[in-house]
């Protein structure tokens, strides 16, 4: 059964205070091992927010000394579900962070197009020219985009397409 970030975050909750480490603590003990971590990581990480990244899952276990992720009959299997899970949660926000940088785009490339449009005294022609020419370069951006990334469930639409395309490593492959 996979457990999803909330629950993964309580259960860190609670492992570090059966353990009595304060959140600055084990952020400590993180950044020992050369992540850049801070109160406020285990903050969200602990209330679901933040997801634990795969560099971080190792080390995290070995400071607790203790199994968040479960074990399965097979461990390949778990580690599998694992990354695949990990991997989709990056690729969404990875897509969402680019949709919403077209969105940005586009609106800027209208403002600039009706602000290039309306310059027409003398001096200003060429400053309009251009940032009308500027303005229609960035909405075509948007319009030439791919069209899952029109859509709110982008993420989702992305994963949807690579599905079966990518291969997630075994966990001796990923630690070559």
């Known amino acids: 059964m996979k457990k999803d970030d909330f629950e993964i975050g309580r259960e860190l909750a609670n492992i570090r205070l059966k353990r009595s480490l304060s959140?600055?603590?084990?952020?400590?003990?993180?950044?020992?091992?050369?992540?850049?971590w801070s109160r406020k990581t285990v903050w969200s990480m602990?209330?679901?927010i933040r997801s634990i990244r795969l560099s971080e899952a190792y080390d995290l276990e070995d400071v607790l000394g203790v199994s968040l992720f479960g074990k399965a009959e097979s461990e390949d299997a778990t580690?599998?579900?694992f990354v695949e899970d990990r991997w989709e949660n990056e690729v969404k926000d990875a897509v969402e962070?680019?949709?919403l940088a077209y969105d940005e785009a586009y609106e800027l490339g209208l403002t600039l197009h009706l602000v290039g449009f309306r310059m027409d005294d003398g001096e200003s022609k060429e400053l309009a020219a251009c940032l009308s020419g500027f303005g229609e370069g960035l909405s075509r951006l948007y319009s030439d985009a791919?069209?899952?990334l029109h859509g709110k469930d982008a993420g989702e639409e992305f994963i949807r397409l690579?599905?079966?395309h990518v291969t997630p490593p075994?966990?001796?492959?990923d630690k070559a």
């Open 97 to 99: 962070r680019i949709r």
């Open 146 to 148: 791919p069209e899952f």
């Open 79 to 81: 580690y599998k579900e």
């Open 23 to 36: 959140q600055d603590q084990l952020a400590d003990m993180m950044n020992e091992r050369g992540h850049q």
């Open 170 to 173: 075994t966990q001796e492959e």
């Open 46 to 48: 602990e209330r679901g």
């Open 162 to 164: 690579v599905r079966g």
